[in-house]
T-cell receptor, first 114, second 115 residues
Framework: EAQVTQNPRYLITVTGKKLTVTCSQN?????MSWYRQDPGLGLRQIYY???????DKGDVPEGYKVSRKEKRNFPLILESPSPNQTSLYFC?????????????FGEGSRLTVL | AQSVTQLDSQVPVFEEAPVELRCNYS??????LFWYVQYPNQGLQLLLK??????LVKGINGFEAEFNKSQTSFHLRKPSVHISDTAEYFC?????????????FGEGTQLTVNP
């Protein structure tokens, strides 16, 4: 089954404790992206990757890092989480790129930073 | 840079009534337009998209949208809604010049279908 898998789905952590949210897709998509969803703000893009070893900032990259060492994986790293990073995070992938192709989303990772 | 405004944050309707969810965009160049739906506790899935050609686009689950370039709008419509259409709907835009990288979402419209 074609899917985008995120882990963990739920996480409560404390300020400053490094964490990684993993994202994996099995569709051989070149494009992958991370979004955060906050009430009243819709989805905002954090980082995206057009291909292996190619990443770029989205609209809200501060406080986040990403890497794309393999085509299927695109982890999101919070080096020193803060409460304002409490949010619902979505990973998405696309064959043709985020602007023209259909985005396939994971089920989301709800992160709470205390 | 592109932007999207969804004009209604919440739209309550009765079952079998028609519905329109409004979306306006802003961009200085040609755009691609999308509607995504998010059911409770799930990720988003594509409803329909406009890339080029006919301005009336049909999607899944009986939804359709019309691209109006002069009014910079891409409103979503369904002639008769069901309880199962209750979800949050997101309009999104990308600029053709940067296609492949930047998809900007609106704030979302919560559609609630009541019996």
């Amino acid at each position: 089954e074609a899917q985008v898998t995120q882990n963990p789905r739920y996480l409560i952590t404390v300020t400053g404790k490094k964490l990684t949210v993993t994202c994996s897709q099995n569709m051989n998509h070149e494009y992958m992206s991370w979004y955060r969803q906050d009430p009243g703000l819709g989805l905002r893009q954090i980082y995206y990757s057009m291909n292996v070893e190619v990443t770029d900032k989205g609209d809200v990259p501060e406080g986040y890092k990403v890497s794309r060492k393999e085509k299927r994986n695109f982890p999101l790293i919070l080096e020193s989480p803060s409460p304002n990073q409490t949010s619902l995070y979505f990973c998405a992938s696309s064959l043709l790129g985020g602007g023209t192709g259909e985005l396939f989303f994971g089920e989301g990772s709800r992160l709470t930073v205390l | 840079a592109q932007s999207v405004t969804q004009l209604d944050s919440q739209v309550p309707v009765f079952e079998e009534a028609p519905v329109e969810l409004r979306c306006n965009y802003s961009s200085s160049v040609s755009v691609y337009l999308f509607w995504y739906v998010q059911y409770p506790n799930q990720g988003l899935q594509l409803l329909l998209k406009y890339l080029s050609g006919s301005t009336l686009v049909k999607g899944i689950n009986g939804f359709e949208a019309e691209f109006n370039k002069s009014q910079t709008s891409f409103h979503l419509r369904k002639p008769s809604v069901h309880i199962s259409d209750t979800a949050e709907y997101f309009c999104a835009v990308s600029e053709k010049e940067t296609s492949g990288s930047r998809l900007t979402f609106g704030e979302g419209t919560q559609l609630t279908v009541n019996p």
